[in-house]
Structure formats: C-alpha cells, structure tokens
C-alpha cells in the first residue's frame, strides 16, 4: 500500500470535491449529483485507462484510483457516523415534537411499507427467492437528506419542509440497517431467524442504542464541566463521542449504532444550552459542520469509484427492474403520505400537512451514501451467494443513481411550481415593511455621508435606494394583512427568542448560576412553543406556568409535611426564587428591545399592546419576589447582593475585552487580569442558603396561643408537632373530608372559605379544630394565600395534649364554637362576606 500517494490523492479528491460546491451552485444543481458524476466518471475513466494502456489516465493512477483500500467498513464506522451525528447536532428537538408523529411515521412505518411492498413487487418478474428481493428493497428503503435539504435551503423551501426531511432520514437508517441485518442472516444461515426473534431486535436494537446514545451524551457534557471553557479539548472529546458511541453499541452491547450515534448527538444539542457557552458551542457546530462537509466528499465520491465494478454486470432486464423498484418506492411512500398520514390529523394527532408539502416529501425521497454503503457490504460477505450479491449490488446502485438524476434534478422545478419557495402575505408584509425602515436609515447615513464628502445628494439617495430596491409600490403592510392580535404574537414570539438569548448571555457572563440558566432555558423554549401556536393567548398561559409550582415543588412540599423533610424544598424554593430575579432582570430589557428594535418595523400600538403584556408578566414576578422577600427578607437581600457581584464581575470582565480590542492592553495582560479574576472563584456558586426555619420550639415561642404554657409544657408540645411551609394558593384543608389534624400559623396568612363566607386569619391563628373537637367532616377549605409556616398537631396527639391542659382546651373550644356559629349565621343568611 502506498500511504503517501493514497493520502495525496484523497486530498485531492476533497480538494476537488470543495470546489464543485460552487459549481453546483452556478449550475442550480445538488452537490451531490456532481460529486457522483465525478467519482463515476473517474472510475469509469481507471477502468478504461487498465484496460486501453496510455489513453485516459496514466497506469500509476489508474491503479491507484482502483486499489483504492475502500470497503463498508470505512463507511459504516469513519463517514457515516460524523454525518449522522453533525445532522443530529443542527435538531431542534423543541421544534421536532411538533411533527413527532409524522417523523415517526415517515421514518418506521414508512421504510417497513417501502421494504415490504418492494420485494412483493419484485419477487413475481425477478426471478430471485423473496429473501433477497426483501433484502434489496431493506437497502433502498432509506433515504438520504444531503441533496434535498441543500435543495431546500437554496430555494428558501418552508421551515417544517425541512425538519420532516431531516428527522425522517436521520432515524430511518436505523431500521434499514436492522432489517438488512435480518435478512442477511436469515439468506446466509437458513433458519436461524425467526419471526419473534426478528421482532425483539426490531424492539430492542433502537431502544438500547438510544439509551447508549443519550447517557455517552451527558457523560460528555459532565466531562466539559471540568475542563472549563477550553475549546481544543472540548472538539477533541467530541470526536470521540459519536465513534465510540457506534463502536461500544455494535460490538459490545449489540444495539444500533447509527440510533446511538443520533440519539448523542440530538441529546448533546438539546442538553448543551446553559450547560456550555454559546460560544463554545458555535466551536463545536462550525467543526463538526467542516468535518461532515469532507465526509460527505469522500463519501459520495468514494462509493461513486466503485459504480463502474458495482454495476459490472447490468442487464437490459436489470434496467426493467430499477423502473419497477423506482414505481414501487413512489407508490408505497404515497400509499404513507396521502394514506396514513391524514389520519393523524383527522384524528387531531398532528397538525394538517399540505398536500404540496406532502407531494414535496414523496419526490424529495432520494436515496444515497447509506443504500450505497449497505450494497458494498453486501458485495464483501462471502456468505451471501453470488447470484443474490450481484442482483442487489447492481440495482441498489442503479436505483440509487436513478433518483439523483430523476428526482434530484427536477426537485428544485417541483418545489417553484407548487410556490413553497414563495414567503406568505404576512411575511411578504413584514419583509417590505423591514425594508422600507432599513432603507430610510441607509438613505439618511448615506446623505450625511454625501455632506461630509461633497457629494451629489440627490443622486447619492437615487443609488442608494436602487441598490436596496425598497419594497413595491402597492405592497400591503403588515396591518393591512394582519390585525393588531396577530403582530403582537408576532412580537411575543421575537422577543421570547431575544429572552431565551438574553438568559444564555447571562450563563455565559457568570451572572446566572448553570442549574438555574438550564431551568430557564427550558422554560423559555416552551414559552416560544406556546406563543407560536397561541398567540397572546400561549404567552398568558406561559405566564401562568411560570409562577405555578410544578409537580417537583408539589413533590417537595408533600415531603416536607408529611415526613418533615426540609432541604429538598428549601433547594427548590431557593432556585425558584432566583429565577424569579433573573427573568424580572431580563423583562425590564425586553421592554428596551420591544421600543427601539421592533416598533419601528411593527408599529407603536403593536408595541403598547406588548408592552401592557409585558408590564402584567413584570407585576405578576414582582408579587412573587414581593411574597418570599416578607417571610425571607435576610435571604433576599443577600440573594440580591449575589447578583449584582456577579453583574459586576461580567461588567469588569467585558470592560477588560473591550480595552484589549481597542488596543489599549495587550492578550497577554487580558490572559493575566482573566487568570486573576478566575483565582477569586465562580460567583455563581455563591448563592445563599434558605433557612425555612422550621424549628419547631421556636415556632411554639411565637404562636401566641401557647403563650400560657411553661417551658417543660412547650417541650412537650414540640416532640408532637411538626412544622411545614404552604406556599400561596397551596390548599392546607378540603372541605368534606376527615378531619387528621389542626393546624396553628406562626407566620404567613390563610383564606378560609365556608362556601358562604370568606375569612382571612394569620399569626397566632389556628384552623382545623373545629373538626377534630366535634367530631364534624371539615367545614371549609383553607388555602394559604402567603408563603406562611405552620404546626401540625395529629388528631390523637391534639386530643391528648388538650386532655392535659384543660386551660388551653377550653380557649380552643371557644375558638370552634365561635366559628360554628358564624357558619351557621352565614348559612341562614345566604350571604359571603370577604
């Protein structure tokens, strides 16, 4: 083997390969078209050249080019896995559940349908056992996205076009490689696959290299945890993570590899945010993004050499055969799209896809390196006969190249003909309106341009607006297309995105503490799901959400008052409270963003309208912050003071970045103040601890109830209670039940409501009694309406201490005779009083 002229002439090939991207793009053609015709075509050329010495190419070349050491397994475990897992990187998994069902659909039920319906068609005129037709129609069932989402990109093709190209392809390999698996196995050793064991690998082969995937993902996010922000280290891991992924899934738990590889990849993309800092993470995208760019290359350029002895043995009959397998891929995936897929949103299980889109999706079904890659392996298995290699060698190849140049070629006309490269009216709209207010700027810099040389002024603003060719006279403006209701979810959404982007500039800045960030993160990210789809209505929601305790608080509360376990709700509160801070910080920027960048383009009452929506979210956070800052104000404070050193830090960091820009330091004094700034340690984790303090004798002390007991008598009374907090609008009684305990308030404020009346009590105050003193089913329900801390005292513990302590027992019994006579007047009266 020659080593230096194999690596001369692979980089040759890359180097070649980069330039028919601008190529393609002059010609209006996919790359990839381009890069086969050349692989092809020099293949064709090494063949001729060993068989017509001195003609084509020299001999040396020609050898070289044909002794090329290109097998599967170059494929399967060095280019494929960097493509799969740079695809998997660029997934929205936000934006992807959405279209979850038709992806599934697209990407399992699909390839099985394609797969099955292929071979029936094939096994009648073929004249091969149906195990190979089966295995045939395994390879050209999947598809592959390279050609078509560049498509898609170039003609400005709609957003959800692309997401279900992209998430279809990216896990249907998986199935495709399972099912060539099976009848690989079931065509070599015969008998040895059955039908129950074929569907367990079906089941567990994705299952266990999607659990592999996910878990290699975060032990690659815990790895950037202690390395910091160091950019060389953090790609060199990376390299690691979809290769070792696809080597520990095939050969040492047997699962899918390539689900594995996706499955990382997805994970670290949904993971990353607040995790890693953006700037970090563009590192990572750019490299990975140049690494699939040279992959893709020598894939399709390495596979399309061996066309020429892949299609060795092509027939006329064969040809017949590629015309039945390109009918029968069309017609099954029809069979998905126009029958299958309706039915999801008949049944309201996804929304509505177009029949453009779905037209789009049934020709945009090319198939590529993985249908290539899977027939070279079949070629090299020794096992399979040579009649069956030869048959699914040659019209994988065939078809494969059939839907490059068919269906690749013509996809860009389908999509300008069915008006998918097109924008809406809105977006028409608001593109001209974005326009006409950046041209009036560039006009009025390049008058004040013109002054300042001399200039021609007029003729400088007739230039200047022909090269921005401003909007058509006639365009409708957004207004006119759009009501007030739809520009200000048009504004929500703007300004949610800047939001989630505001929170991550924070994590990077040091100002927000990473488990905080994640939270927020997620928060916003569902924010913007539900603006895009409910409008103002979905921000209301949104707003409802945030200040709502979610089933981890509900959970943590629980355990507090029943098994008086206080930390894990004291960690819970304490990052709920530090959210809250941070998104008041973000709102009163939102509102500078909402007046100087968006009401020029949208219009001022668009922005009053936004901002009132705005100035509702703000009260509501402050009420919030307002509620713990009265039980807590020794925490708040301190948790304050926390935000605005690390505020000062990012202030001291950004104001060093920028003196060394400006050229007033040098790198080397930026490294040494960042090197001591770093010796003072992470702000971040300087958040305070919140004391509940629920110590119950000194709850007892300040319950003025207990005022009369002794101290021994107070003792006595703390072995039986047990403190909690209640959270405002956290329900502490429910009308109707059984009564199990009393409750005493040693701070905060309840709402006791009868059904006829409304009753505020607080310090001092107890509730509960009534139920357990006279044997009654609870009267009311009482709902914390502050962040307040209570006594538990069980049913038998309160009748016990009560039997002891007659004095006592006869002032609470004053207290629940009193409160059932108000009932009853309540009652009788028919009235509420607040």
């Known amino acids: 083997m020659n080593v230096p002229n194999i690596v001369v002439l692979i980089a040759t090939l ?51 080019i ?76 999947t598809t592959d996205p390279v050609a078509v989402i560049a498509i898609f990109r170039d003609v400005g093709a709609p957003e959800r076009l692309t997401r279900l190209v992209e998430g279809e392809s990216l896990f249907n390999d998986a199935l495709a490689i399972s099912l060539f698996l099976i009848f690989s196995a079931a065509i070599v050793s015969p008998g ?43 790609v060199s891991l990376s390299l690691a993570l979809p290769y070792l992924s696809f080597w520990v899934a095939e050969h040492v738990l047997h699962v899918s590899g390539i689900i594995a590889v996706a499955t990382a990849g997805v994970a670290l993309a949904s993971l990353s945010p607040a995790r890693i800092t953006r700037d970090l993470w563009h590192h990572l995208d750019n490299t990975w993004q ?189 207004s006119e297309v759009l009501p007030l209701e739809g520009r200000t979810a048009i504004a929500l959404v703007a300004l949610t995105a800047r939001e989630r982007e505001l929170v991550l500039d924070h994590f990077a800045d040091g100002i927000l503490a990473p488990r905080v960030a994640r939270r927020l993160n997620t928060a916003t990210r569902a924010r913007l799901e539900k603006v895009r789809h409910g409008g103002v209505a979905g921000y209301g929601a949104a707003d409802d959400e945030e200040t709502r305790f979610h089933w981890s608080g509900r959970m943590a509360f629980l355990l507090q008052r029943r098994l008086g376990r206080s930390h894990y709700l004291s960690t819970r509160l304490a990052l709920r409270f530090e959210q809250l801070i941070e998104i008041s910080m973000v709102l009163a920027r939102l509102r500078q963003i909402a007046t100087t960048e968006l009401q020029p383009v949208l219009g001022e009452p668009t922005i009053v309208a936004v901002l009132d929506i705005l100035d509702k979210r703000q009260a509501r956070v402050e009420r919030e912050i307002d509620a713990v800052r009265l039980p807590y104000p020794a925490y708040v404070a301190e948790l304050e003071r926390c935000f605005v050193l690390r505020a000062a830090r990012a202030l001291e960091i950004a104001e060093i970045v920028r003196l060394r820009r400006s050229g007033v330091i040098s790198k080397e004094i930026e490294r040494d103040v960042r090197r001591s700034v770093a010796r003072r340690g992470d702000l971040t984790a300087l958040s305070p601890p919140l004391d509940l303090g629920l110590d119950t004798r000194r709850l007892i002390d300040r319950t003025d109830i207990f005022a009369g007991l002794s101290h021994r008598e107070r003792n006595e009374l703390a072995r039986l209670m047990t403190p909690f907090v209640a959270a405002p609008g956290m329900r502490i009684i429910r009308r109707g039940e059984f009564g199990d305990a009393a409750y005493f308030i040693s701070s905060g404020a309840v709402e006791i409501d009868t059904g006829n009346s409304l009753v505020r009590l607080g310090r001092g105050d107890i509730v509960g009694e009534m139920a357990l003193l006279l044997d009654l089913r609870r009267q009311a329900d009482v709902t914390a309406i502050a962040y307040s801390t209570m006594l538990r005292l069980s049913r038998t513990d309160f009748r016990r201490f009560l039997s002891l302590h007659p004095q006592l027992r006869a002032e609470i019994e004053a207290i629940a005779r009193a409160r059932r006579e108000d009932n009853a007047r309540d009652a009788t009266k028919g009235v509420r009083t607040g």
């Not at 074929?198 to 592999?212: C, D, E, K, R, V």
């Open 14 to 64: 890359v180097a070649f390969g980069a330039l028919a991207r601008p190529l393609a793009t002059r010609l209006r053609l996919p790359v990839s078209i381009l890069l086969a015709l050349g692989g092809a075509g020099l293949g064709f050329a090494s063949l001729y050249s060993l068989n017509h010495p001195g003609t084509l190419l020299p001999v040396d070349l020609a050898v070289l």
């Open 66 to 141: 044909t002794d090329l050491p290109v097998g599967s397994s170059l494929f399967l475990y060095v280019l494929l896995p960097t493509l799969i897992f740079q695809s998997a990187l660029v997934v929205d998994m936000q934006r992807v559940r959405e279209d979850l069902l038709p992806i599934i659909l697209l990407a399992l039920v699909a390839v099985l349908v394609a797969t099955f319906g292929v071979a029936l068609a094939l096994w009648p005129i073929a004249g091969m056992p149906l195990l190979a037709c089966l295995l045939l129609a395994a390879l050209v069932a």
């Open 192 to 234: 040895s696959v059955t039908l129950s064991g074929a569907a367990l690998s079906l089941l567990f082969l994705p299952i266990g290299g999607g659990i592999l995937g996910y878990l290699t993902a975060r032990l690659y996010l815990q790895l950037l945890r202690l390395i910091g922000d160091d950019h060389v280290t953090a």
């Open 290 to 478: 140049q690494l699939a760019s040279w992959a893709a290359i020598l894939v399709f350029v390495l596979t399309s050499l061996l066309i020429p002895q892949m299609m060795a043995d092509l027939t006329p009959f064969d040809v017949l055969l590629m015309l039945v397998i390109f009918v029968a891929t069309l017609v099954t995936r029809a069979m998905v799209l126009f029958g299958l897929l309706p039915l999801l949103s008949h049944y309201g299980l996804s929304s509505t896809i177009s029949r453009p889109y779905r037209v789009v999706v049934l020709w945009g079904g090319l198939r590529g390196s993985m249908t290539l890659t899977l027939a070279l392996a079949v070629s090299e298995n020794e096992a399979v006969p040579r009649p069956v290699a030869a048959f699914v060698v040659t019209l994988a190849t065939g078809y494969t190249l059939m839907t490059l140049f068919v269906q690749g070629t013509t996809l860009r006309p389908l999509i300008r003909t069915l008006g998918l490269d097109r924008l809406s009216g809105i977006d028409r709209a608001l593109r001209d309106l974005a326009l006409s207010v950046t041209s009036a700027r560039v006009q009025r810099f390049a008058a004040d341009m013109s002054a300042r040389f001399g200039s021609d002024a007029p003729a400088v603003e007739a230039d200047t607006a022909a090269v921005m060719k401003v909007a058509e006279t006639g365009a409708d403006s957004p």
